[in-house]
Every structure is written in C-alpha cells, then in structure tokens.
C-alpha cells in the first residue's frame, strides 16, 4: 500500500526548459509535503516545502503547488540546469505528525537535464 | 558544520553475521532518525530518537534490528544475525527541531552475501 506515489520513474528535459514532477498521494490525513533531492552515493537533501494551507510555495527557481481536492502536488524547475540532474523524492506526514523527520516517501523520481 | 557522519560507507559481510553500522549527528541536533533503501520499499523509517530516548520503533523489520543512542552524539544500528534481505542503503539523518526539515548523512551500503 504505497501512501505517496510518483509515477513517473523519469524525466529527461532540455537545459533552460521547466521541469514538472509529480506526485499523488491517497491518505487525507498528510498534511505537509516537502520534495527532496539526491544526488548518487549522497543522502538526500531538502529542497522545498508547502502546508496544505496553502496551494504554492516558490523558492527561487523551484515552486511547488499543491491540489488538495485532487490530492496531488508538483515540484517545478526553472529555468532547468544540468545540476538539477538528481532524484527527485515527494514526502509526506500526516496532520498532527509527532515530528517532520517521520516522512512518508515516494518512490523517487529521476531527472536528467541535457545542455 | 561537518553535516551528518556515517561509518562505514560500506560493508560487506556474510549471512548470520552481526552488523554495526553508526552515525554522529549534527552537534545540536536532537533528534535522529534511521532510514533504510531498498528497490522494493524505497526509503523507509526505521526507529527515531528524541533526546537519545527512542521515540517510535514501528518500522524496525524484526527483532534482529536494534538500535541506540548511548549520547547526543552517537547512534548505531545493529542487525544480528544479518540476513541477505537486509542488503540495502542506511541513511542516518538528524533534525533540530520537531518542525524542521532531515539532514541526512551519505549511507552505509550494506550487503549481506
């Protein structure tokens, strides 16, 4: 029973176009969602963040919006550079979570930006 | 700010034996998690601690696994015996606060033969 789900395993766009990552999730309960980053032999490392307060939260080239009624939320990238080549992982945690370190992770999504 | 430490990077050992695998955490940091990759289950939370108190174990696999955190600075994960099952990556990773995003250290690969 997977929670948070990103269905696309990849994502392959050209330098200086947005990338668009995507997750869903099923449990209504989850109510902050924040998008890692992972690069090879690296732990992951915390890119952005939203409550589900609200629908969009930017932070320089990286937004993430999220559609509670849809449950599904989005991380965008632009302008893409070829640094952001990484895994990109949704997590999540549930409303009256004891701690933001008790995540509930997708399955990762990787993306490849070409120069 | 040395960022999360975890030894060995990698470790190789065969079925039946005891595995150690340990983490320093950010000086300060009061909380710390242990999380583990793997192809079919992607990242999952094993057990993680509060002030060196652990905190919620659910996710340990079975009583083979075990962990504690002797102090502020030092956590280890044991498994004994190890079991092939249980070759993946294990992350390490420690918070500040409650409400404050993981720092996760690079992993200990595991493989059990």
């Known amino acids: 029973d997977q929670q948070v789900k990103q269905n696309s395993p990849s994502l392959s766009v050209q330098e200086g176009r947005i990338s668009i990552l995507n997750c869903d999730y099923t449990?209504?309960?989850?109510?902050?969602f924040l998008w890692y980053k992972k690069y090879p032999a690296e732990g992951p490392t915390f890119l952005i963040s939203?409550?589900?307060?609200?629908d969009k939260n930017e932070d320089g080239r990286f937004t993430v919006f999220l559609n509670k009624s849809a449950k599904h939320l989005s991380l965008h990238i632009v302008p893409s550079q070829p640094g952001d080549s990484a895994v990109y992982f949704c997590?999540?945690?549930?409303?009256?979570?004891?701690?933001?370190?008790?995540?509930?992770f997708g399955q990762g999504t990787i993306l490849t930006v070409h120069p | 700010d040395a960022g999360v430490i975890q030894s060995p990077r990698h470790e190789v050992t065969e079925m039946g034996q005891e595995v150690t695998l340990r983490c320093k955490p950010i000086?300060?940091?009061?909380?710390l998690f242990w999380y583990r990759q793997t192809m079919m289950r992607g990242l999952e939370l094993l057990i993680y601690?509060?002030?060196?108190?652990?905190?919620?174990d659910s996710g340990m696999p079975e009583d083979r696994f075990s962990a504690k955190m002797p102090n502020a600075s030092f956590s280890t994960l044991k498994i004994q015996p190890s079991e092939p099952r249980d070759s993946a990556v294990y992350f390490c990773?420690?918070?500040?606060?409650?409400?404050?995003?993981?720092?996760f250290g690079n992993g200990t690969r595991l493989t059990v033969t």
């Open positions: 939203i409550s589900s307060i609200k």
């Open positions: 449990n209504s309960m989850f109510d902050y």
């Open positions: 601690f509060n002030n060196n108190v652990p905190i919620d």
């Open positions: 990773a420690s918070s500040p606060r409650r409400d404050s995003p993981l720092h």
């Open positions: 997590a999540a945690i549930p409303w009256g979570g004891t701690s933001y370190g008790k995540l509930t």
């Open positions: 000086s300060g940091h009061n909380s």
